[in-house]
């Protein structure tokens, strides 16, 4: 069956690296995605991946796959207090417009 | 903004109540979602409309009625809901084709008492 993973907390400290990690069980995937979500709002697409790619780079963010694995990362460079929020990581699961979310990750960014 | 909008932000209801929540996206895409985001559970896919035309429904009891009358809107009614149903419903749009970047809107909190 289609699963994705996430660990449910992560604290880091200002101006440090941040590394959210996921897995997901379904090798048909074809796109990885993250999601950001603040409090009060709805989920922010950050980035995707698509899987015959080990690695994409947008700006502060760095995105790892693992195909192998079925292991995604999300790495958040110089890390801010604004980035504190909810990460989803979610896969497609082959599957041509459903999305399949994790639990999401709580990052806390402390001063 | 995401250029997805939703209506109202926060509803509460009776269990003998009927209500609708509204969304609408200004993207011009033609696949719209909604996703149920209950405390410590993954986000629940609901219903899928591509086309105008429900291609999921996502083992959701009766007592949620989607309805897409074009490509921009999508509502859920709601009747004779159970507190369990309390949560935060999103709805989210895309194209129907390529790598599905889902856009999503702020949410409606509900609250049935």
């Known amino acids: 069956g289609e699963d994705v993973e996430q660990s449910l907390f992560l604290s880091v400290r200002e101006g440090d690296s941040s590394v959210i990690n996921c897995t997901y069980t379904d090798s048909s995937s074809t796109y990885l995605y993250w999601y950001k979500q603040e409090p009060g709002a709805g989920l922010q697409l950050l980035t995707y991946?698509?899987?015959?790619?080990d690695m994409k780079q947008d700006q502060r963010l760095t995105v790892l796959l693992n195909k192998k694995d079925k292991h995604l990362s999300l790495r958040i460079a110089d890390t801010q207090t604004g980035d504190s929020a909810i990460y989803f990581c979610?896969?497609?699961?082959?599957?041509?417009?459903?999305?399949?979310f994790g639990t999401g990750t709580l990052l806390a960014v402390q001063p | 903004e995401t250029g997805v909008t939703q209506t109202p932000r926060h509803l509460v209801m009776g269990m003998t109540n009927k209500k609708s929540l509204k969304c609408e996206q200004h993207l011009g895409h033609n696949a719209m979602y909604w996703y149920k985001q209950s405390a410590k559970k993954p986000l629940e896919l609901m219903f899928v409309?591509?086309?105008?035309?429900?291609?999921e429904n996502n083992s959701v009891p009766s007592r949620f009625s989607p309805e897409c009358p074009n490509s921009s809107h999508l509502f859920l009614h709601l009747h004779t809901l159970q507190p369990e149903d309390s949560a935060l419903y999103l709805c989210?749009?895309?194209?129907?084709?390529?790598?599905?970047?889902?856009?999503f809107g702020p949410g409606t909190r509900l609250t049935v008492t």
């Open positions: 991946i698509f899987s015959n790619m």
């Open positions: 979610a896969e497609n699961g082959g599957a041509t417009n459903k999305l399949i």
């Open positions: 989210a749009s895309s194209q129907a084709q390529g790598p599905l970047e889902q856009y």
């Open positions: 409309y591509n086309f105008k035309e429900q291609t």
